[in-house]
């Protein structure tokens, strides 16, 4: 099996509500979708949502990158191959992490439908029957993100990620107020994206929060800053998990050396796909280190490829793949059974992708062969 033909497409994902985090706010979302045609007729898709704070990749680099430096490179290539396909990319280009993972992914899809498996049978079969989902609240203000709180229970939910980073007094106000709503029985994660910035303010918000149940504190300081996750891990009684600090394997390394986290939040977009991210389970397993995976606000195409690597792994223990629930209108058909996600036995990512409406959301695309 070879590849033969490689379709690149620039796309906006209508969300039905802002997304709002500490650096920043999405009205859409924009994502690179990958088609790749082999040889035997088979088809795969794969899917790259850039964010410039985390790898340092726009929608517009990914697309040239995949369009001009990987996919030339790949045609004729076997996409069974996966190390190869990796070692391939990375010759090319260092780092580009959101590109390759979109190649990554349509491989994986496209192996999976020539074998008549899902994609999670390539990493080593199911480990998962189902993961509960967590809805993300974004930023807003304390009575706002407690209504909409309230209103998900109602729905299902049974865990939230609090979306903050803009101001510790606020932040903590925000956090009080759905905790107070929602009570005791619900899981409450927060989210910082770095807004904390420090180790200070962060031990501030966190004496602050003293008392109120919170299951973990996700990247308060800046991705760069790894001693003061070690501090902050030292000084709390609330587990803490890198995700910006952590991208691929040297930072991994740093994590486990240092003993800086609790847990990690993998994703498939800062590591370069479903195979770095199954090797980056395995290193945190053999430091004992609880592994997430979550996302970058992904349509269907994206999210399966997370599950599939989530349902794969022992190890990992969460999911935030929440995308296709936000967005008004989503290239695929990945389902959702509120409060949980199951995924189906159909080959590949078990995605069927709608492709007039990929053609609908398309601001331009190119073709390689």
């Given at each position: 099996m070879k590849i033969t033909e490689i379709e690149v497409f620039a796309i906006r994902l209508p969300l039905i509500d802002p997304f709002i985090i500490s650096y920043g706010s999405y009205d859409d979302m924009p994502s690179v979708i990958v088609k790749i045609t082999t040889d035997n007729g088979y088809v795969g898709y794969g899917e790259g949502v850039a964010d410039e704070h985390v790898t340092a990749e726009s929608w517009e680099s990914v697309f040239q990158v995949i369009k001009n430096t990987l996919a030339p490179k790949l045609i004729g290539e076997n996409p069974m191959n996966m190390e190869r396909i990796h070692d391939v990319m990375n010759k090319q280009i260092f780092m580009a992490p959101t590109a390759k993972a979109a190649i990554d992914i349509a491989c994986f899809d496209v192996v999976g439908k020539a074998l008549g498996v899902p994609a999670y049978v390539l990493l080593g079969g199911?480990?998962?029957?189902?993961?509960?989902?967590?809805?993300?609240?974004?930023?807003?203000?304390?009575?706002?993100?407690?209504?909409?709180?309230?209103?998900?229970?109602?729905?299902?939910?049974?865990?939230?990620?609090?979306?903050?980073?803009?101001n510790v007094f606020e932040d903590v106000a925000r956090i009080k107020a759905v905790k107070e709503r929602v009570g005791e029985d619900i899981a409450i994660r927060i989210d910082v994206n770095q807004g904390w910035q420090n180790s200070a303010n962060t031990l501030l918000a966190l004496e602050q929060l003293s008392g109120l149940a919170i299951d973990w504190l996700e990247q308060p300081v800046v991705a760069t800053d790894i001693d003061a996750m070690v501090e902050i891990k030292s000084k709390s009684s609330i587990p803490v998990m890198i995700d910006e600090g952590l991208r691929g394997f040297p930072e991994m390394r740093e994590i486990i050396a240092k003993h800086a986290a609790h847990k990690v939040n993998i994703k498939l977009m800062k590591c370069g796909g479903m195979y770095?991210?199954?090797?980056?389970?395995?290193?945190?397993?053999?430091?004992?280190?609880?592994?997430?995976?979550?996302?970058?606000?992904?349509?269907?195409?994206?999210?399966?490829?997370?599950?599939?690597?989530?349902?794969?792994?022992?190890?990992?223990?969460?999911?935030?793949?929440?995308?296709?629930?936000?967005?008004?209108?989503?290239?695929?058909?990945?389902?959702?059974?509120?409060?949980?996600?199951?995924?189906n036995e159909k080959p590949g990512l078990g995605v069927d992708v709608d492709e007039d409406v990929l053609q609908e959301l398309t601001v331009y695309s190119e073709v390689v062969k």
């Amino acid at each position: 099996m070879k590849i033969t033909e490689i379709e690149v497409f620039a796309i906006r994902l209508p969300l039905i509500d802002p997304f709002i985090i500490s650096y920043g706010s999405y009205d859409d979302m924009p994502s690179v979708i990958v088609k790749i045609t082999t040889d035997n007729g088979y088809v795969g898709y794969g899917e790259g949502v850039a964010d410039e704070h985390v790898t340092a990749e726009s929608w517009e680099s990914v697309f040239q990158v995949i369009k001009n430096t990987l996919a030339p490179k790949l045609i004729g290539e076997n996409p069974m191959n996966m190390e190869r396909i990796h070692d391939v990319m990375n010759k090319q280009i260092f780092m580009a992490p959101t590109a390759k993972a979109a190649i990554d992914i349509a491989c994986f899809d496209v192996v999976g439908k020539a074998l008549g498996v899902p994609a999670y049978v390539l990493l080593g079969g199911r480990y998962h029957e189902k993961f509960p989902i967590t809805h993300v609240l974004s930023i807003g203000d304390p009575e706002k993100m407690a209504n909409e709180a309230e209103e998900r229970v109602k729905q299902g939910y049974k865990s939230f990620k609090m979306k903050v980073g803009t101001n510790v007094f606020e932040d903590v106000a925000r956090i009080k107020a759905v905790k107070e709503r929602v009570g005791e029985d619900i899981a409450i994660r927060i989210d910082v994206n770095q807004g904390w910035q420090n180790s200070a303010n962060t031990l501030l918000a966190l004496e602050q929060l003293s008392g109120l149940a919170i299951d973990w504190l996700e990247q308060p300081v800046v991705a760069t800053d790894i001693d003061a996750m070690v501090e902050i891990k030292s000084k709390s009684s609330i587990p803490v998990m890198i995700d910006e600090g952590l991208r691929g394997f040297p930072e991994m390394r740093e994590i486990i050396a240092k003993h800086a986290a609790h847990k990690v939040n993998i994703k498939l977009m800062k590591c370069g796909g479903m195979y770095p991210a199954a090797k980056l389970a395995n290193m945190a397993e053999m430091a004992g280190i609880d592994c997430q995976v979550g996302s970058m606000v992904e349509s269907s195409v994206g999210s399966a490829a997370g599950f599939h690597v989530a349902f794969s792994k022992k190890f990992i223990t969460s999911v935030e793949l929440t995308g296709p629930l936000k967005f008004s209108k989503d290239i695929g058909d990945l389902k959702y059974e509120i409060p949980f996600i199951k995924l189906n036995e159909k080959p590949g990512l078990g995605v069927d992708v709608d492709e007039d409406v990929l053609q609908e959301l398309t601001v331009y695309s190119e073709v390689v062969k």
